[in-house]
């Protein structure tokens, strides 16, 4: 299993969704800064929790 940990804000409220066999599955967006050149770059996470 690969772990990763992202800091940042949460760009909208959490989704919760059940798959049809009725596990849970929660969707979040994460919005993290990145300094390049000295310009800041916004990347985006779409982590899906199982």
Do not use: C
Request: aromatic fraction near 10%; charge should be positive; charged fraction near 25%.
């Amino acid at each position: 299993m690969n772990f990763i940990q992202v800091a940042g804000h949460l760009g909208a409220d959490p989704e919760v969704r059940y798959t049809s066999s009725g596990k849970k599955v929660t969707v979040l967006r994460v919005a993290a800064k990145s300094r390049k050149a000295s310009k800041d770059h916004t990347i985006w996470w779409r982590i899906t929790i199982w």
